[in-house]
């Protein structure tokens, strides 16, 4: 009997569709700010690759960095021009495996396991004129252009409120913009935007619209709570990609866990497997 590979024993709903992939590089574009947007050749995951799905990055050959690393699957592109279907990977530099992935040129190889976790869980149909909110924080608004094509099919109107430290961390934007989505800003520094924090917005679209319908949030945990607190206190569906360090993102070294509440009592949850994605009412922050 041919072995199974680890992640069809740990993940069983989605078995059926994890691929440990060898990609190729097709472009790696500085986007400034030490932002880079990451396309690869894969088209076994883009095929399969939800919004909300992660893939676990890994340098062909190579043991430094040792572990692998958890990135959202930014986007989706088919086949055409020559190309296969493809992923593509929006990160920032922050250490030593970002500023290796930042170097990568067309036609070298990536090892990718993916996709992984669990999706968003998003609505077959939007009521008429209905908003969907999307939050994000920093370099969480790389999780949302996979998003935003399936809300459009719902019927959903859709807006990005998009928070940074400053505006240099404000990157992709113009992507919203082409698909027609508003993006709202603020930054900590007063850099663009309004100077403050990404709730204040939610806090306004809230009041000024009484056609809200689901919110989703990405970004540091820090602004998932508050996310959190203003979304349940008006009563909204509200998911949430929860960010964490990863050993595996498979489930098996238990490294990634965050508390959630049951039925008089709580648990913990693997955010790389029963998430990243989860409900605002069930996280547990303290």
Not at 91 to 118: D, F, N, W, Y
Request: proline letters at 8%; aromatic letters at 6%; one cysteine or more.
């Amino acid at each position: 009997m041919r072995p199974r590979h680890p992640a069809a024993i740990m993940i069983p709903s989605f078995r059926s569709s994890v691929h440990d992939h060898t990609t190729r590089v097709s472009e790696n574009r500085d986007l400034g700010g030490s932002h880079f947007l990451l396309t690869l050749e894969a088209e076994p995951i883009a095929v399969s690759a939800r919004p909300g799905h992660f893939v676990m990055l890994r340098f062909d050959g190579c043991l430094d960095p040792l572990l692998p690393r958890p990135m959202s699957v930014c986007n989706v592109l088919p086949p055409g021009g020559g190309h296969p279907g493809r992923i593509q990977i929006l990160h920032k530099v922050v250490g030593k495996g970002t500023a290796r992935l930042s170097t990568l040129k067309p036609g070298e190889r990536l090892q990718v396991l993916g996709p992984l976790g669990r999706p968003f869980e998003t609505p077959a149909s939007g009521e008429g004129g209905s908003l969907a909110v999307m939050v994000a924080g920093g370099i969480g608004v790389a999780i949302f252009p996979l998003l935003v094509p399936q809300l459009k099919r719902a019927g959903y109107e859709s807006v990005l409120l998009f928070g940074a430290r400053s505006s240099r961390d404000l990157v992709h934007r113009d992507w919203f913009a082409r698909q027609g989505v508003p993006v709202r800003t603020a930054t900590e520094d007063g850099s663009e935007g309004r100077r403050g924090l990404v709730t204040e917005l939610l806090g306004e679209t809230l009041a000024s619209r009484t056609s809200v319908g689901p919110i989703y949030a990405c970004g540091p945990r820090a602004m998932l709570q508050a996310v959190s607190g203003v979304a349940n206190a008006a009563g909204k569906p509200t998911w949430l990609s929860l960010e964490s360090y990863m050993g595996c993102g498979i489930g098996a070294c238990l490294g990634c866990v965050t508390r959630v509440r049951r039925e008089r009592t709580w648990a913990y949850q693997r955010i790389c497997v029963e998430g990243p994605t989860f409900s605002s009412t069930e996280v547990l922050w303290e």
